[in-house]
């Protein structure tokens, strides 16, 4: 029996091997966030840009609006109920 080795060769999300990473990974803390959508600045002086109803269908993977980078965008997904523990009694 030798998993532990392969379990513990699992970091996690920053795990992505590098043959199939598409995309630059970008943290959502580093976007601009304008009210409606969160943006990024490309290198080309376009930007990526993202909104809530792209996070909450769990879109990570956007393309620049000015060329053809494709960056990974960092975020935990939306959990609306999260925050509704302390309001008992609907139910
Ligand atoms: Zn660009």
């Known amino acids: 029996m030798r998993y532990d080795s392969e379990l513990s060769s699992l970091p ?3 795990s992505r091997p590098s043959q199939s990473r598409p995309a630059h990974v970008v943290s ?3 976007f601009e966030d304008l009210g409606q959508v969160l943006v990024y ?3 080309c002086g376009e930007h990526y840009a993202i909104n809530e109803a792209d996070m909450d269908n769990d879109v990570h993977l956007v393309a620049c609006s000015g ?3 494709v960056i990974w965008i960092g975020y935990k997904a939306q959990s609306p109920d999260y925050e509704d523990e302390a309001t ?3 139910a």
């Open 88 to 90: 008992p009694g609907e």
């Open 41 to 43: 600045g490309c290198r």
């Open 67 to 69: 060329c053809s980078e």
């Open 12 to 14: 996690g999300l920053s």
């Open 28 to 30: 959502l803390e580093d």
